[in-house]
Every structure is written in structure tokens, then in C-alpha cells.
């Protein structure tokens, strides 16, 4: 399929080149043409064009830490602690899950990435064939990470996925993982770091996320997780770190020396009073940096608008300083940060022979205007609605509030709802 899209401010998201007013043509799945304004489009024929009005075509954003298949649990187990929310409510509910739960649970995260400009996530969870036909039948970029741990899975069965999904269909990928240190026995662990020198593959898990996680650790091992990791290998490869809000300065010398990529979820760990991680110190640093939602159950909102504003805002506070974090390395971690985190260099940038994962935000809403500085508004005063199109891999999957992914919304609100309602009688 041809399509092409004119009349639009671009922001390809590379190095030093700004927004300039042009056009993008993609065939097939990859990005053809990035560039001026052409005079004429005589001789060619597209599939479609589109006038693109003067609004904002951009690299999707990319969701680096989620778990999809919790939708069902939005809103279901808030205001407590992290460790009585995850022990207590939500380890018990997903007892219950079936793999038709996570299906649909799965198309429901989908379709709320699409309206929030998501085009890939990395997705951390259970019943991975589940995720994997959600990801295929909607036309979404997934990429699964690992998520064994003392309550199920083996490093064999890892390493089975990571054999299959790399090698299921052009949407799907998978990275080595595991839940966390304190819910895995060290024998696992070591197992996980031999599996990833074994593949030289990097290897990912949440990390840091709460002081009382750092301080058992230290009691079982006499360091902290990141350290303790480091000491067994796990890192010879990278790998990425999902919150590491409590770190030292020899965990953060650490993910810089073994490229370990850091990735922050600032609204699940104001949400569940985690705290906020270092990302200042980190960005001056030259640590990778890139941003997730975390789940739908601890954040609620996959939303990477909000997220973008709380990773600069927060940062400001912190350190008393206006300018921290600078509008533009925040977009930057939403997505070539994102993408180069989750393994997905050709969905970095949008530039010739890269994948067409993009979107187009309206910039005619009362919130985009005046037009000061057009990359920093997405930032400071952008929402979803101004997400006007995604489309990933050359196919429009929202258009102008409609889903275009093969299902009836409504559908999906009745299944899942139907889950959750099954759920709590069981």
C-alpha cells in the first residue's frame, strides 16, 4: 500500500534537525520519502493522500514498561501500598485470568496506546500467546519481556520464547526478563544471566522500585539489587532497569558502564508512593533513558502525555531548578529513547527505509496554540486529544477517534468487563 502525507510540519526526531514543513510517503510497512513539500505528485499513484492540514507528524511514542493484560484491574486496587497492593489484591485476582481474559484485556491496552500515540510497548505479563494474538490481530507492535519468577515459568521456557517470538511475524519481538530480585531465588536468577551471555541478549526487570526492596536485598545479599545483579553477570549484555527509583551512585555507575537502560514510570510510582527516581542526575550522566506507563492497575491511565509532563515536572522540583530536564530530552526518551530500549532501532526516527510507525498531532485545538515552540507544546500542554492519527507499520489503525483493528469497541468493552465481573464472584 502507497500512501502519501502532505502539507505537514514534520519532526523526524533526529539529531540536530528541526521541524520544517513537508511531506512523508510510505509503502508498505517502511518510509519511502522525508522531505520538502514535492510541487506535483503527477505520474504517481497512491493508495491514499492525505492533506495533513499543518498538524504534526512524529515518531510514535514508544510505551518502554507495561503490563497490558491488567486492564482488568484498573481501578481495583488503589490507595495502598505497594507491597499489600501486589501480594494482597493483585497476585490473587490474576490467579483467575484465562488466556481469553488477556486477549481481550491485551485489545483493550492496544487501543488506548493508539489514542494516546503509542505505537509499540513493552509488555511484561503472563500467557504470552494470548499477547502475542492481540499484537497480530490488531496490527500493534509488541515487545514481550520475560517475566519469570518463583511463582511460575522456568529458564528453559524463556528461552523457548525467545527462540518462537523473535521469529513470529514482523509486530512481535521478545527480550529476556524476569519479575524482579525479590521475587526470584538466586539460582533463577543465575540462570537468567547464563541465558543472556549465552545469547549475548540484554536482560530486564523491575528494579529498585521501593526503598523496603533495596534494604531486603541488601539483608539477603549484602548489596543492592542492581549491584547484586551486576555481580552474577546478569549485565554483560545490557539489559534495562524498570523504575530504579532508589539507586546509588554505584548502581548508576553501573547501568552507565553496562549501557543498562533505565526506564521510567513517574505516575505508578507517585501512585503507589514508590518515589521519584534520580533522572536528572541520570541524563547528565549519558545513562539511556526511556519512559513506560507501568500497568493499568497502578497507574491507571496509559497515557504517554501525562507521563512526558511528570518526568520533566518532577525533576524540576526535586532539585529546585526550573530547567532541569529539558523539554526536548523528554521527548526524546519517549521515543528513540523508548525505541532504541526495546531493541526497535528501525522505529526510532522517521527517515527513509525506517518502519512507518508515526503519528499526527492536531495542532488546531485551543491547547497547541499559540505555536511558541511546536515540539516543546507536546510536552507542557499536549493531551490525547490531540492525537489525530497513529499508524504503525504503514497501516492507520486511529483515525479522528475511530479504530480501525478489525473489532467492534464495544465488543471488547462487553468481554472485558465480563471478565472482571466473572473474576470477582469466583
Known amino acids: ?77 488503589d490507595d495502598v501500598s505497594l507491597q499489600e497492593w501486589l501480594f494482597d489484591k493483585i497476585f490473587p485476582m490474576e490467579d483467575k485470568l484465562t488466556e481469553d481474559d488477556i486477549y481481550w484485556n491485551s485489545i483493550l491496552a492496544n487501543m488506548e496506546y493508539l489514542t494516546s500515540g503509542i505505537t ?13 494474538r492481540a499484537t497480530k490481530e490488531t496490527g500493534f507492535r509488541t515487545v514481550l519481556c520475560g517475566s519469570i519468577n518463583d511463582f511460575g515459568g522456568t529458564v528453559q521456557e524463556i528461552e523457548e520464547e525467545y527462540l518462537h517470538y523473535n521469529n513470529d511475524g514482523p509486530l512481535l519481538s521478545y527480550q529476556l526478563g524476569f519479575h524482579a530480585e525479590y521475587t526470584t531465588a538466586r539460582e533463577i536468577l543465575e540462570g537468567m544471566a547464563a541465558l543472556g551471555q549465552k545469547y549475548k541478549a ?54 552507565k558502564e553496562k549501557k543498562v537502560w533505565v526506564v521510567t514510570n513517574p505516575s505508578s510510582n ?25 500497568g493499568p492497575a497502578s497507574n491507571n491511565c496509559l497515557d504517554m502525555f501525562r507521563e512526558m509532563f511528570l518526568v520533566t515536572g518532577l525533576q524540576k522540583v526535586v532539585t529546585s531548578d526550573a530547567s532541569a530536564v529539558d523539554a526536548m530530552d523528554v521527548l526524546h526518551m519517549a521515543t528513540v529513547g523508548g525505541a532504541h530500549a526495546m531493541c526497535l532501532p528501525d522505529c526510532d526516527v522517521l527517515a527513509v527505509g525506517k518502519q512507518a510507525d508515526m503519528i499526527m498531532l492536531d495542532l488546531q485545538q485551543p491547547n497547541m496554540q499559540p505555536i511558541n515552540n511546536m515540539a516543546k507544546n507536546i510536552v507542557y500542554s499536549g493531551s490525547k486529544q490531540n492525537v489525530k492519527m497513529t499508524m504503525i507499520a504503514g497501516k492507520i489503525l486511529y483515525e479522528d477517534g475511530q479504530f480501525h483493528i478489525g473489532v467492534d469497541p464495544q465488543e471488547v468493552y462487553k468481554r472485558v468487563n465480563a471478565g472482571i465481573q466473572r473474576m470477582s464472584k469466583e
Open 120 to 132: 509499540a510497548n513493552f509488555d511484561m505479563y503472563m500467557k504470552n500467546p494470548a499477547i502475542a
Open 270 to 294: 507517585l501512585k503507589l508512593a514508590s518515589g521519584i527516581a534520580p533522572i536528572h542526575t541520570m541524563l547528565d550522566m549519558g545513562i539511556g533513558l526511556a519512559i513506560g506507563t507501568d
Open 1 to 77: 500500500m502507497k500512501i502519501r502525507i502532505y502539507n505537514a510540519n514534520i519532526l523526524t526526531m533526529e539529531s540536530k534537525r528541526d521541524i520544517f514543513r513537508g511531506e512523508i510517503q510510505i509503502e508498505d510497512d517502511k518510509i519511502t520519502y522525508v522531505g520538502e513539500q514535492k510541487a506535483s505528485s503527477e505520474g504517481e499513484e497512491w493508495d491514499r493522500e492525505l492533506d495533513a492540514g499543518g498538524n504534526l507528524l512524529m515518531p510514535g511514542f514508544k510505551n518502554a514498561h507495561t503490563h497490558s493484560g491488567m486492564t482488568f484491574l484498573r481501578s481495583y486496587a
Open 202 to 255: 540484554p536482560v530486564y526487570t523491575h528494579n529498585s522500585e521501593t526503598a523496603k526492596e533495596v534494604q531486603e536485598c541488601i539483608e539477603r545479599y549484602g548489596t543492592t539489587p542492581t549491584t547484586f545483579l551486576n555481580q552474577l553477570g546478569m549485565f554483560e549484555y545490557g539489559g534495562g532497569g524498570f523504575h530504579c527509583v532508589h539507586m546509588s551512585e554505584e548502581d548508576l555507575n553501573i547501568c
